[in-house]
């Protein structure tokens, strides 16, 4: 049988940040029309999905929208997210090898916990994605790959203490852009030591180093991990002529990136080279996911001439690639009391800013370290000092007791009234529970 490539579009017209915002609908219509005319979707195994919706709990699973994933996502939210589960859907029952959500709203700033927008995301497509996958066929370890410019830091909060999930990112240094975060020292909590990789890259590299990156991490890591699914967080504005960045890979970069990473699903993230970079990538992207032939893809305007890196940048790079490696081959060898203190609770702080609602958060988190699983966690979180908000998540694979604490951490939460939401994530037994205390109202959702 020939294998097949599930496409779904998803332009979203009736949402957009503001009418100039960069992140808006034309970033998909170009690309739409340069697939018809190239007569992509006449292809033998390419099919075209119509995307459903993602209910509440899909939401509830991996989020805790305050005040509720009402106030937090628009039907369009519901749809770009629910491409995904449709794709993913295709692909655990074999009707395709692999698929591609052009979808929009983005996704990967959007954290754990959501009061608002952070970089142009309100929830996180491809964390949806995931969870739904892990609750509805058990599948146990997953791999984000993402190759957006931008460090997907909401990406890297949700799973940052989740051994299951490996979540690599190479991107533009956080010191030159949003959102200022992804650097080498990023690598997940004392319960999912190794499993977030972070790559920043200096501005201005090519197509060498995206393949030097996949080559010389990305593929010996995933070959090391087993993930069962791999999933690409496929963000455009790596392309030399993004107008929010600046580094300099082009369409056939991409392709060749696709093609070594062999990605069972991936999602559209950013890119904002409206007619000269997406209509391209996205053609190399699915040209590569379909095995055709991607190699005479190229922008109008390009000129190898422009490509060249820097001695000192490739040095650079390379440096950090090996310490990375090394990183990940000695994580069983690392003494995390020596990082992380010996306390039977890893605790942090967090000052979390959503750029695009102008809304600062601020956070504290717990993680059980437990030996039996990879412990409960709780979020106590609050902004502008009158919205006050306790969170805990208890994982796939939870041990008995971890369950227990998590459910009385819960419940203690809600009889206090200190806080204004209560929220539990029970992802071993899919469910979710919603305290509003002004109301005293109480609500479940299940899978
Ligand atoms: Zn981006
Ligand atoms: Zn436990």
Redesign the pocket.
């Known amino acids: 049988m020939q294998s097949r490539t599930g496409l779904i579009f998803f332009p979203a017209f009736d949402w957009a940040i503001s009418k100039t915002h960069p992140e808006r609908e034309e970033r998909l219509l170009y690309t739409r029309d340069q697939i018809f005319e190239e007569g992509i979707m006449d292809l033998p195994g390419v099919e075209e999905y119509t995307p459903r919706v993602s209910d509440f709990h899909d939401i509830a699973r991996v989020h805790f929208c305050i005040p509720s994933v009402r106030s937090q996502v628009t039907e369009a939210h519901l749809i770009a997210s629910g491409a995904a589960l449709q794709l993913g859907d295709a692909v655990m029952s074999g009707e395709i090898k692999n698929g591609f959500a052009l979808v929009r709203p983005p996704g990967h700033h959007a954290m754990k916990v959501v009061h608002g927008n952070r970089g142009f995301c309100n929830i996180n497509n491809e964390a949806i994605l995931v969870d739904y996958l892990r609750s509805k066929y058990g599948l146990k370890k997953i791999a984000i790959v993402d190759s957006d410019v931008h460090h997907g830091d909401g990406t890297q909060n949700i799973f940052y203490h989740d051994p299951d999930v490996l979540y690599i990112s190479f991107h533009q240094d956080g010191r030159t852009l949003f959102p200022g975060t992804g650097f080498t020292n990023e690598l997940g909590g004392p319960q999912a030591y190794g499993t977030t990789l972070n790559i920043p890259l200096p501005p201005g590299m090519c197509d060498e180093t995206m393949d030097n990156v996949v080559s010389n991490l990305v593929l010996p890591v995933l070959e090391d991990f087993q993930p069962e699914l791999i999933i690409n967080s496929a963000g455009q504005d790596n392309h030399y002529s993004d107008p929010l960045a600046n580094m300099r890979f082009t369409s056939k970069g991409y392709g060749r990136f696709t093609e070594k990473l062999k990605p069972d699903i991936a999602v559209l993230e950013g890119g904002y080279g409206i007619e000269g970079a997406l209509p391209y990538v996205n053609l190399a992207i699915i040209l590569a996911l379909t095995g055709f032939d991607y190699s005479y893809v190229s922008e109008p305007d390009y000129d190898p001439e422009l490509f060249k890196e820097k001695k000192e940048n490739v040095n650079n790079v390379q440096q950090t690639i090996e310490y990375i490696r090394k990183t990940w081959d000695n994580r069983y060898n690392i003494d995390l009391n020596k990082i992380f203190g010996s306390e039977k609770y890893y605790k942090r702080r967090k000052s979390i800013f959503y750029d695009t609602d102008f809304i600062n958060e601020e956070q504290v988190e717990k993680v059980?370290r437990?030996t039996?699983?990879s412990?409960?966690n709780e979020i106590e979180s609050k902004i502008r000092d009158d919205v006050k908000v306790y969170c805990v998540s208890i994982p796939f694979y939870?041990?008995g007791?971890?369950r227990d604490q998590a459910y009385e951490g819960y419940y203690r939460a809600k009889a206090l009234k200190q806080y204004d939401y209560v929220f539990l994530q029970d992802k071993y037994n899919d469910v979710c529970l919603y305290f509003n205390n002004e109301s005293s109202i109480e609500e479940y959702t299940e899978g």
Do not use: P, Q, T
Request: glycine share 10%; proline share 0%; charged share 10%.
């Open positions: 059980k437990c039996n699983c412990g409960y939870a041990c007791s971890c």
